[in-house]
């Protein structure tokens, strides 16, 4: 049976840590972009270009149901795009590999 109208407990939590693991992951990728825009600045270019350090996926939540849980990572993945952690390519990848 569903329920109609606001969230459980579950889907309240469930909410908040995949909204808790985007703002981690955004704050870690702002982070590490700032260290190297600093670490630019400091530093003469390599000769060759290092290798991009990936960003830490945020924790997955507690699936509500297989449907919520689809959505809910393809949520994610569009948040993680548009704060410019995922590129557009990374994106269609990420996107490609959740629906199969």
């Excluded at 507690?62 to 949520?75: K, R």
């Amino acid at each position: 049976m569903r329920r109609i109208g606001r969230p459980g407990l579950i889907g309240t939590a469930a909410r908040t840590a995949v909204i808790a693991g985007t703002a981690q992951a955004t704050m870690g990728a702002v982070a590490s972009r700032q260290a190297r825009a600093a670490q630019a600045q400091a530093a003469p270019p390599p000769a060759a270009p290092a290798p991009q350090p990936v960003a830490p996926q945020p924790p997955a939540a507690a699936p509500a149901a297989p449907g919520n849980d689809l959505i809910a990572q393809l949520e994610r993945l569009a948040q993680l795009q548009a704060a410019g952690v995922l590129s557009p390519e990374e994106f269609a990848a990420a996107k490609a590999k959740l629906l199969g």
